[in-house]
């Protein structure tokens, strides 16, 4: 019983590929959003949509576009990926956008770029 | 300067110990104030969370809040071996959190 999942949970690709990556939570959330953890191990929020809307929209190449078809869904589709891609991708929810909300992270997605 | 920051360690402590993680942010008008565990290649699991000035305790775990020095710190009881992870510090403002780089916590046996 899930709350936040993600699918694939590793993808391996080559440069240049457009890959799409997809998120769901059943916890009745207003808010998802998109993390890159990078090699250090920093967590550096990339969106954030809260019902649907883009709310937060981080200095991230537009090779990436999030797209949330309802609130319970935000997918990462990337283009034209790059070796500096390579990462840890999470989806979190959280119950609200506002300031006194805690956040659920997914499982991950290990995407390895060659 | 980073907006929250951590000793990134390794922070040895022997198993029956207290550890003690520290953490600062810039932002005076955060709200809400987060610890999250992470094992090696898991996810940020949430432990602690901490609204108001003062002390929060769960178990063996205790957050410390002081929003005028702009620190929150997270003590650990009875350190276990399975305590052995990296804790991030996490800081809501307005909805938009910032993660501080983690702290790496080992416990010895």
């Known amino acids: 019983d899930t709350a936040v999942s993600q699918t694939p949970k590793y993808l391996v690709t080559q440069m240049g590929n457009d890959k799409s990556i997809k998120c769901e939570q059943n916890l009745g959330h207003d808010t998802m959003y998109w993390y890159k953890q990078d090699s250090k191990k920093f967590l550096k929020i990339m969106f954030s949509y809260n019902n649907k809307e883009l709310i937060i929209n981080e200095t991230v190449p537009n090779r990436f576009s999030p797209k949330s078809p309802d609130k319970a869904h935000l997918n990462l589709h990337i283009n034209s990926l790059e070796l500096g891609d390579s990462a840890v991708y999470f989806c979190?929810?959280?119950?609200?956008?506002?300031?006194?909300?805690?956040?659920?992270f997914g499982p991950g997605t290990r995407l390895t770029v060659t | 300067q980073k907006e929250v920051e951590q000793n990134s360690g390794p922070l040895s402590v022997p198993e029956g110990a207290i550890a003690s993680l520290n953490c600062t942010y810039s932002?005076?008008?955060?709200?809400?104030f987060f610890w999250y565990r992470q094992y090696s290649g898991k996810s940020p699991e949430l432990i602690m969370s901490?609204?108001?000035?003062g002390d929060k305790e769960d178990g063996r775990f205790t957050a410390q809040l002081n929003k005028a020095s702009q620190y929150v710190s997270l003590l650990i009881r009875d350190s276990q071996p399975s305590d052995s992870a990296t804790y991030l510090c996490a800081v809501n403002s307005w909805g938009k959190f910032q993660f501080g780089a983690g702290t790496q916590v080992v416990v010895t046996p």
């Open positions: 932002d005076r008008v955060s709200q809400s």
């Open positions: 901490i609204y108001s000035n």
């Open positions: 979190a929810s959280s119950p609200s956008s506002g300031g006194g909300y805690e956040q659920y």
